[in-house]
């Protein structure tokens, strides 16, 4: 009988999408081995990632926010798997207990619990759990730009 938990996940987090949009539009880019940029989703996970799995449907609601994502990160942790980027869009991150250290694009940051971190667009990003207990975040994600052009025209088309 297999047997799993947080620590088997792809990314050994404990995490929850609580809020979706019917509309996904927003890039998820990691930079590949010969230095170019290409969408997570087209690298196989070892297990569903959370992007794959929709919320239900009373919480697929939101109309320009992109996503509602709440994490615990265990100490050593990582948000992801690797810095990544999203071109078309913003993304605030709400630290809301423990300690750890945010890198955006070539700045590293000391975050704990109460702070809030903003991650333009582009800006290459990961956080980690350089604490001794679980370090909790919630990610809300926008899009602007192409993002805000793309969720126009898929909303249109939903009509």
Known sequence: ????????Q??????SLLYNNPHRVVDYLVQGKDGKWRQRS??????R???????????????????????LIPPGGRHVHELH???DAEELVIVT??????TVGEEEHGVAGGDVLYIPPNAEHEVLNTGEGMLGLIFINVPTGDGLTK???AQEEGR
Not at 1 to 8: D, E, H, L, Q, T
Request: net charge negative; with cysteine; hydrophobic share 35%.
């Open 1 to 8: 009988m297999p047997i799993a938990n947080w620590k088997s």
């Open 10 to 15: 792809s990314y050994g987090v404990v995490q």
């Open 42 to 47: 087209d690298t196989p996970p070892p297990v």
């Open 49 to 71: 990632r959370l992007f794959e799995t929709e919320a239900s449907e009373e919480r697929t609601c939101l109309q320009t926010i992109q996503f509602v994502h709440h994490v």
């Open 85 to 87: 980027v999203h071109p």
């Open 97 to 102: 207990t423990g300690t750890g250290t945010a």
């Open 151 to 153: 969720l126009q025209a």
